[in-house]
């Protein structure tokens, strides 16, 4: 499958490594940003504003109600509005009429694709970032916008409905690593962090304490060491989005199934919906092993445009 030379987000696998984000995003509260000149803002590099406006209540109604018929397959969209991860973007600030959330690599994007704000948010969108399910007239700017160099990447959507808290437990117990699973705390998660090549990937969070605050996550560790780990990349109100990885040595002895069965367990007795929204087929079947029931497949896009 082809993919960007950016680490590929949100994947999820046994066989191969798996990433919640890229280390490279940084975390940021989630606000309202404006191209409008009644707001001092600079441009960086990648074409992000710089500039911000707080997301107030009335602001959350707007996004809210902007992005209610986009497609939803992770919880990206539910992360921003509520405030809990995320950034959104617009081309007016008193009165926009083209958004767009972008929580890590992902970016979504509503409201008036062809008006003069909408193109200059498409133009903005940084390359590798995945342009992720938004209203068929983004797509149409995105082509007109990047031309030949915008990519697809098919990924892969679930219902986590047929979860079972009694397959799940078949899973874990069935596993040599069951004892050997232990939840991640503020220490661990910051010396994961600390890594040259981190399992754990908390960019979107303001710390690792934020994190284990408002977050899941579960490790094997062997000899102090992480094996892999299974932790919320993105939460909100209605549950997680499940990131796992498992390190290169210790590959198909199931370590990612132990792990995955123990977060999605904790996610079910306390009544979160643990979203998978995987990118490759390995992430498929464990998916499907777990209990997951596929839904079907999209494309997401990206650029490589400098």
Same mark, same amino acid.
């Given at each position: 499958?082809?993919?960007?030379?950016?680490?590929?987000?949100?994947?999820?696998?046994?066989?191969?490594?798996?990433?919640?984000?890229?280390?490279?995003?940084?975390?940021?509260?989630?606000?309202?940003?404006?191209?409008?000149?009644?707001?001092?803002?600079?441009?960086?590099?990648?074409?992000?504003?710089?500039?911000?406006? &707080?997301?107030?209540?009335?602001?959350?109604?707007?996004?809210?109600?902007?992005?209610?018929?986009?497609?939803?397959?992770?919880?990206?969209?539910?992360?921003?509005?509520?405030?809990?991860?995320?950034?959104?973007?617009?081309?007016?600030?008193?009165?926009?009429?083209?958004?767009?959330?972008?929580?890590?690599?992902?970016?979504?994007?509503?409201?008036?694709?062809?008006?003069?704000?909408?193109?200059?948010?498409?133009?903005?969108?940084?390359?590798?970032?995945?342009?992720?399910?938004?209203?068929?007239?983004?797509?149409?700017?995105?082509?007109?916008?990047?031309?030949?160099?915008?990519?697809?990447?098919?990924?892969?959507?679930?219902?986590?409905?047929?979860?079972?808290?009694?397959?799940?437990?078949?899973?874990?117990?069935?596993?040599?690593?069951? &004892?050997?699973?232990?939840?991640?705390?503020?220490?661990?998660?910051?010396?994961?962090?600390?890594?040259? &090549?981190?399992?754990?990937?908390?960019?979107?969070?303001?710390?690792?304490?934020?994190?284990?605050?408002?977050?899941?996550?579960?490790?094997?560790?062997?000899?102090?060491?992480?094996?892999?780990?299974?932790?919320?990349?993105?939460?909100?109100?209605?549950?997680?989005?499940?990131?796992?990885?498992?390190?290169?040595?210790?590959?198909?002895?199931?370590?990612?199934?132990?792990?995955?069965?123990?977060?999605?367990?904790?996610?079910?007795?306390?009544?979160?919906?643990?979203?998978?929204?995987?990118?490759?087929?390995?992430?498929?079947?464990?998916?499907?092993?777990?209990?997951?029931?596929?839904?079907?497949?999209?494309?997401?896009?990206?650029?490589?445009?400098?």
């Amino acid at each position: 499958m082809a993919a960007p030379s950016a680490p590929t987000p949100g994947v999820h696998a046994e066989p191969t490594r798996a990433v919640g984000r890229p280390a490279r995003w940084r975390p940021r509260p989630a606000v309202l940003c404006s191209w409008s000149p009644a707001f001092r803002y600079d441009l960086g590099e990648d074409g992000v504003v710089n500039g911000t406006l &707080e997301l107030t209540k009335a602001n959350r109604l707007k996004v809210a109600r902007a992005f209610r018929l986009n497609k939803r397959v992770d919880f990206s969209i539910e992360c921003a509005i509520e405030g809990q991860l995320g950034t959104v973007l617009v081309d007016d600030a008193t009165q926009p009429t083209a958004y767009c959330i972008r929580v890590g690599p992902f970016g979504y994007f509503a409201g008036d694709a062809r008006h003069a704000g909408g193109r200059l948010l498409m133009q903005g969108f940084p390359a590798y970032r995945l342009l992720m399910p938004s209203p068929l007239e983004w797509l149409a700017s995105a082509q007109d916008v990047f031309g030949e160099h915008l990519k697809s990447l098919p990924r892969y959507s679930f219902s986590s409905a047929p979860l079972s808290s009694e397959h799940l437990t078949r899973l874990l117990e069935g596993s040599p690593f069951r &004892e050997c699973i232990i939840p991640l705390s503020v220490d661990l998660a910051q010396q994961a962090t600390e890594q040259p &090549e981190s399992p754990l990937d908390l960019s979107d969070f303001d710390s690792a304490a934020d994190f284990i605050e408002r977050g899941l996550g579960y490790t094997v560790l062997d000899n102090g060491r992480m094996m892999g780990v299974a932790y919320s990349s993105l939460v909100c109100s209605q549950g997680i989005e499940v990131s796992v990885y498992v390190e290169d040595a210790d590959r198909r002895q199931g370590v990612a199934t132990a792990l995955s069965s123990r977060l999605l367990l904790e996610c079910l007795a306390s009544n979160l919906r643990p979203n998978w929204d995987a990118a490759n087929p390995e992430s498929v079947k464990l998916a499907t092993k777990l209990g997951y029931r596929f839904l079907e497949s999209y494309e997401a896009y990206y650029h490589t445009r400098g």
